[in-house]
Nanobody
């Protein structure tokens, strides 16, 4: 499966961005999809995930209430709506498909990764 992440950019504090993750080669139908981010000098961290089977979603504490993950079955696309952005949200954002039906926050449990899209929040 190939993943294409897009939608990143430069935004001021308090602004919004909507990231997209489009899949080709295989649908998302069985495997949870996660969004991760990695800031310079830091480890990749889980941001949000969605379980395809029942729409269950899970967020890291740092983005809960500000970010929303959703999906479009017909377009095999997962979205990450990011509101009330803060400078600490600045990172490269990646989407990934889990290797198991379980929704996990562990990057190593995800098999397929998109190329990443840069999000920069200015203060």
């Amino acid at each position: 499966v190939q993943l294409q992440a897009s939608g990143g950019g430069l935004v001021q504090t308090g602004g919004s961005l909507r990231l997209s993750c489009a899949a080709s080669g295989r649908t998302f139908s069985r495997y949870p999809v996660g969004w991760f981010r990695q800031a310079p000098g830091k480890e990749r961290e889980f941001v949000a995930g969605i379980r395809w089977s029942d729409d269950f979603t899970y967020y890291s504490d740092s983005v809960k209430g500000r970010f929303t993950i959703s999906r479009d079955n017909a377009k095999s696309t997962v979205f990450l709506q990011m509101d009330s952005l803060k400078p600490e949200d600045t990172a490269v954002y990646y989407c990934a498909v889990s290797s198991t039906p379980l929704l996990t926050t562990i990057p190593g449990r995800y098999d397929y990764w998109g190329q990443g899209t840069q999000v920069t929040v200015s203060s």
